[in-house]
């Protein structure tokens, strides 16, 4: 799709997990919206416990989530661009639409793990739950679509 197809939105919202797919969404929004302001944001997500015992594992996800957020800086120097980070935390779905909403986001650009058949009927996926709840339109970024 080339990028003057699309590019008169202004506010992008590129929600990050740290996987190789939200980082190719990422790319995907640089291209897409080559004018457009880009807003990385993450959800903390307790996933993993600290080796360090004098670090609870919600500071290690926070942690996680800043470095997260320092890749995507670098990821945007790279495209010769800024962008606008924040980090929460809460469920993750309900979190990226709020954060739409409150921050008059005109598109969301996410990655998708391409989860199917059992395993996406017992987690659930993020993205098709923004996709359905949020108040503007979703592209979903396979990495092997890059």
């Known amino acids: ?4 197809c699309i590019g008169i939105m202004k506010r992008i919202l590129v929600p990050l997990d740290g996987s190789s797919e939200s980082e190719a969404a990422l ?3 640089f291209d897409l919206f080559p004018e ?9 997500q307790v996933t993993e416990f600290p080796q360090d015992p004098n670090k609870s594992a919600y500071e290690l996800a926070v942690e996680k989530g800043r470095e997260i957020l320092t890749r995507a800086d670098e990821i945007a120097g790279k495209h ?5 980070t924040a980090i929460t935390e809460g469920h993750a779905a309900k979190t990226i ?5 409150e921050n008059d986001i005109d598109h969301i650009v996410m990655g ?3 989860r199917s058949g059992a395993v996406r009927v017992l987690l659930g996926s993020v993205a098709e739950s923004v996709a359905r709840r949020a108040p503007c339109s979703v592209v979903i970024v396979r990495e ?3």
Do not use: L, N
Request: glycine letters at 16%; charged letters at 25%.
């Open 97 to 101: 639409v709020r954060y739409a909403e």
């Open 112 to 114: 998708s793990t391409g």
């Open 27 to 29: 790319g995907e929004a």
């Open 80 to 84: 010769g661009r800024g962008i606008e």
């Open 144 to 146: 092997d679509q890059r």
């Open 1 to 4: 799709m080339p990028a003057m």
């Open 36 to 44: 457009g302001k880009i807003h990385a944001f993450h959800v903390v």
